[in-house]
């Protein structure tokens, strides 16, 4: 009978009786570098694998909480970069849509998945300014336009705008140029005949 006490005795000090400890340091400590090394290579898919497992350990700590979140966006905005260079556009926003669905609280792949549905529109978008055929219609174009990629403004598209918006200028000139009617010629009063001598 004292066997039998003592051996589970053994068993219950063995397995910690059920309770939570937390993980060896240097199984913690070989994580963190993994975890490191993973962000310094770019591999934030492994990276946010990681991380996930240091939060676990330790999710109390925010520094760690923060790290995981820009790794776990990192790993969907990657290769939703990828589609968008090999001009994948709606493959990239499945992408994102997937990330989104997967982390819900993640803000920045929502706010990127909204930037690349504003991409998907750009072609047309920019195609209506092009095919603008008179100033009215030109400038609710442009104002579709840059109300529509308002989050992907660059410089280069900044001065895009900028000049379409000269171009809008001119042709409202030559419209009203055409379009003027010539003022009538004012004949001048017919004098009276001199009289007579």
Same mark, same amino acid.
């Given at each position: 009978?004292?066997?039998?006490?003592?051996?589970?005795?053994?068993?219950?000090?063995?397995?910690?009786?059920?309770?939570?400890?937390?993980?060896?340091? #240097?199984?913690?400590?070989?994580?963190?570098?993994?975890?490191?090394?993973?962000?310094?290579?770019?591999?934030?898919?492994?990276?946010?694998?990681?991380? @996930?497992?240091?939060?676990?350990?330790?999710?109390?700590?925010?520094?760690?909480?923060?790290?995981?979140?820009?790794?776990?966006?990192? +790993? &969907?905005?990657?290769?939703?970069?990828?589609?968008?260079?090999?001009?994948?556009?709606?493959? +990239?926003?499945?992408?994102?849509?997937?990330? #989104?669905?997967?982390?819900?609280?993640?803000?920045?792949?929502?706010?990127?998945?909204?930037? #690349?549905?504003?991409?998907?529109?750009?072609?047309?978008?920019?195609?209506?300014?092009? @095919?603008?055929?008179?100033?009215?219609?030109?400038?609710?174009?442009? %104002?579709? +336009?840059?109300?529509?990629?308002?989050?992907?403004?660059?410089?280069?598209?900044?001065? &895009?705008?900028?000049? &379409?918006?000269?171009?809008?200028?001119?042709?409202?000139?030559?419209?009203?140029?055409?379009?003027? %009617?010539?003022?009538?010629? #004012?004949?001048?009063?017919?004098?009276?005949?001199?009289?007579?001598?």
């Amino acid at each position: 009978m004292l066997t039998i006490a003592a051996v589970l005795c053994l068993a219950g000090g063995v397995t910690g009786c059920g309770k939570a400890h937390p993980a060896p340091p #240097v199984e913690r400590n070989s994580l963190i570098l993994r975890f490191f090394n993973s962000m310094t290579t770019a591999d934030a898919a492994a990276a946010s694998e990681q991380g @996930e497992k240091l939060r676990q350990m330790d999710n109390a700590n925010d520094y760690i909480i923060k790290l995981v979140t820009i790794q776990q966006s990192n +790993a &969907y905005l990657q290769r939703a970069q990828g589609e968008i260079n090999a001009g994948n556009i709606d493959k +990239a926003l499945e992408i994102l849509n997937e990330g #989104v669905k997967t982390y819900p609280g993640n803000r920045d792949l929502s706010r990127q998945r909204g930037r #690349v549905r504003q991409l998907r529109n750009a072609k047309m978008l920019l195609n209506e300014m092009k @095919e603008a055929k008179n100033s009215a219609a030109m400038s609710a174009a442009l %104002t579709a +336009a840059s109300t529509g990629l308002s989050a992907n403004m660059t410089p280069k598209l900044q001065a &895009y705008f900028n000049s &379409y918006k000269l171009k809008i200028d001119e042709t409202a000139r030559e419209e009203a140029a055409r379009t003027a %009617t010539p003022e009538p010629t #004012v004949n001048p009063a017919a004098t009276p005949p001199a009289p007579e001598k």
